[in-house]
């Protein structure tokens, strides 16, 4: 996060303050200076953002395409009561699956509670059942879907873990294996450095995308985009985030986001970038998944550990994220010049 921040404060300062940048960044040894940092960079993103907006005065949105947010996705007291009723139903269910399901089959059940959960979060707050993928450009965002998915598996790993071990507690032994203390479950170093991996990616990908937001597209941008996308140009230019492509609803979300190029240039083109995460975020998540379940179904463990991560497994999702934000940081769209 620190070489990212690093990376976005070079991008919006002048030349003659990149030394001192560096210098300063090479200082920082603690967490709270770090914090301080990352926090100063993103104030002066934003405060660069505003300066320039005040420079070409208020964006007027057309009133057919102006959607309060907030207002619209604000669940009534009546669908605010069913969703509440709906996630509590499924953790009820997730605790029973996990408790009373078969070896494997708890862990089915435990992760499809999770992925439910996840779709009613979604369908009660922005309408849509994939409203936890959606980023604030109402647009699918990939790395938001890596992240979901991780979190589902790794959740539900743990908690599947957890419910069989304290259930064997109260009966003695699991396989055979005394359980002393049924939530010691460890958690291998390769699969922190996975979630960080994907968590970086979350954090890091919005905080480079956010240095573009201040850029001034070429205006012929704007009529480009809007024949390759067979949209008004007059809409492109209201929805923009500076050169970067953006909905004007979350309803305009599609599953092909995760796929498509972030700014006006190229977001009627494959990023491969977001083709080659993807897949690698499926196969490790299926592998994954399949670790678990046949470590369920072992007679010969006291499931006191989640699975062992190979290191060339890591490395490679490491290279894919990498990938990802390193093409980020490249602009493709042509920028307004002079006055």
């Known amino acids: 996060m620190l070489d990212l921040s690093l990376a976005c404060d070079l991008k919006s300062s002048k030349a ?8 300063r960044h ?16 993103e104030g002066k993103i934003h405060g660069r953002r505003q300066f320039q907006r005040s420079k070409t005065g208020p964006v007027t949105q057309p009133a057919a395409r102006s959607v309060p947010l907030k207002s619209a996705a604000k669940p009534s007291q009546a669908g605010a009561f069913q969703s509440s009723f709906a ?30 959960m996840l779709v009613v979060l979604g369908l009660v707050i922005t309408k849509n ?12 965002s990939l790395s938001r879907f890596q992240m979901a998915v991780w979190t589902v598996l790794v959740l539900g790993a743990y ?3 957890a419910l069989v071990r304290i259930r064997a507690f109260t009966e003695g032994s699991l396989n055979g ?10 958690i291998d170093w390769h699969l922190w450095t996975m979630l960080g991996i994907s968590t970086t990616s979350l954090v890091g990908a919005p905080l480079i995308l956010s240095t573009k937001k201040d850029k001034q597209p070429d205006p012929s941008a704007a009529q480009k985009t809007a024949r390759l996308v067979d949209e008004p140009a007059a809409d492109i230019t209201a929805n923009q985030q500076g050169t970067l492509y953006a909905n004007a609803k979350i309803s305009d979300a599609r599953l092909t986001d995760l796929f498509q190029g972030d700014e006006l240039a190229n977001t009627a083109q494959i990023d491969m970038a977001k083709v080659q995460m993807f897949y690698f975020t499926i196969i490790a998540a299926l592998c994954f998944f399949v670790m678990v379940f046949k470590q369920l179904l072992s007679a010969k463990t006291g499931l006191d550990s989640l699975p062992v991560l190979p290191e060339g497994f890591v490395a ?3 290279i894919s994220h990498g990938g990802y934000l390193a093409s980020k940081t490249f602009g493709h769209t042509k920028e307004q010049t002079g006055e």
């Open 26 to 41: 090479q200082g920082i040894k603690t967490p709270r200076d770090a914090a301080n940092y990352i926090h100063e960079v």
């Open 129 to 140: 059942p994939l409203g936890v993928f959606i980023s604030d450009r109402n647009l699918m």
């Open 177 to 186: 294996v005394s359980v002393s203390d049924p939530l010691n479950i460890t």
């Open 316 to 318: 490679i999702l490491g």
């Open 87 to 116: 996630l509590l139903f499924l953790l009820g269910l997730m605790v029973v699956g996990g408790w009373y399901a078969p070896a494997g089959l708890n862990l089915v059940v435990v992760t499809l509670c999770l992925a439910l």
């Open 159 to 161: 908690f599947t873990f």
């Open 16 to 23: 003659e303050l990149h030394d001192a940048i560096r210098q």
